[in-house]
């Protein structure tokens, strides 16, 4: 009888079945961990080493990683706010004055005496209005909605003085039930990072789980062969003025609830914040795709880096110079990224009616 030696032994083989499935599933955590899609994340966790360094008594703990979420909570509304419409290839610079317009009227009204539910209802049908008319300026007059928002932003900060005569609005009845709104605790976390937290699941669902949110990708990427394909454009991007209006209301209320009153320019330092978080957040994920959750991230890098600023003393003015940069280049690799998105899909545009892509509707889709 014949030994075999070591060199003669016989190891096992592997399933093909198995060894694709390996292969597969190391691809795809390749794909979702890739610089191009997740590059923020990156940058995040070099800037909070960063700063673990520089202010390592301060930043490297619980209490900061609760304050960057409560104090950027309002950005991040305001962000998701704009994130409709801009998916939808509309802008809407007005809603930072919106915001404001809401927490005064809000704040005005439960002083004058107004039960807190009717008041913020009557705050919400505000942001509503606000957000109609800015779709029936944009959509049915068809006068661009860069400038169009920009038109009705002046009028908008009109009313804002016409109600505050640029004075802050404050009285002892918005300590009670109107602070609770935004000021509530849940384990050292105010409310409105739960609503941020919900609204921000609603849009993520809308955009990756819904025809309408098909559509509305659709629209952004081409309007025309959108059209072409059966798609409302009109209606969609009417309906996505108005949702910003809504959410940026909402968003004001909330933010005057935390401020303890109505400020007259409660809402314009979130103007440019809300836009390089969301075009910032359209770089991730979903390259070249406003979407809800790459808004998150961005919100949370550039709150870990604002609030690291602070916590290392530096110039006040620092922490616009780094949501500036910070903008710059989202703008930069967003355009980057749709153009090579479009020359790659000639098909997908020219032929909506072919593939599922979620840019390229079939011809039978109605808005």
């Excluded at 976390?189 to 937290?197: E, H, K, S």
């Amino acid at each position: 009888m014949s030994v075999k030696t070591e060199d003669e032994v016989v190891t096992p083989a592997v399933p093909r079945e198995s060894r694709r499935t390996t292969t597969s599933a190391a691809s795809r955590w390749a794909t979702l961990l890739a610089f191009d899609k997740v590059g923020a994340v990156y940058v995040w966790l070099a800037i909070i080493v960063v700063f673990s360094i520089w202010v390592p008594e301060t930043f490297p703990n619980l209490m900061t990683a609760k304050q960057i979420l409560n104090s950027n909570a309002i950005t991040g509304l305001a962000a998701l706010s704009v994130t409709i419409p801009l998916a939808a290839r509309v802008f809407d610079l007005s809603f930072a004055l919106n915001m404001t317009l809401c927490g005064v009227a809000v704040a005005h009204f439960v002083v004058d005496g107004v039960p807190l539910v009717l008041a913020v209802l009557l705050g919400v049908l505000i942001g509503l209005v606000v957000g109609l008319i800015n779709a029936t300026v944009v959509v049915a007059m068809k006068i661009d909605s860069f400038i169009a928002t920009l038109a009705t932003g002046s009028l908008i900060q009109a009313l804002i003085t016409m109600v505050t005569n640029d004075t802050p609005i404050s009285d002892a009845k918005l300590a009670g039930g109107f602070a609770t709104i935004g000021q509530t605790t849940v384990g050292g976390i105010t409310l409105p990072v739960f609503y941020f937290a919900v609204v921000a699941v609603g849009i993520w669902y809308l955009l990756e789980h819904t025809a309408t949110g098909r559509r509305l990708y659709a629209v952004g990427f081409n309007p025309d062969a959108a059209r072409l394909a059966g798609v409302k454009v009109a209606r969609l991007q009417f309906l996505a003025l108005v949702t910003s209006g809504v959410l940026a209301g909402s968003a004001g209320i909330v933010l005057a609830s935390i401020l303890g009153g109505g400020s007259p320019t409660a809402g314009t330092p979130y103007l440019l914040p809300g836009f390089a978080a969301v075009f910032l957040g359209a770089t991730q994920l979903k390259n070249g795709r406003f979407n809800a959750g790459g808004t998150l991230i961005a919100v949370l890098l550039l709150g870990t880096g604002t609030t690291g600023l602070g916590l290392a003393n530096a110039p006040q003015w620092s922490g616009a110079l780094f949501v500036g940069i910070v903008l710059i280049a989202a703008l930069m690799v967003t355009g980057l990224q749709r153009r090579t998105t479009l020359a790659a899909r000639p098909a997908a545009l020219d032929e909506p009616s072919h593939g599922d892509d979620a840019t390229a509707p079939s011809k039978d889709v109605s808005a």
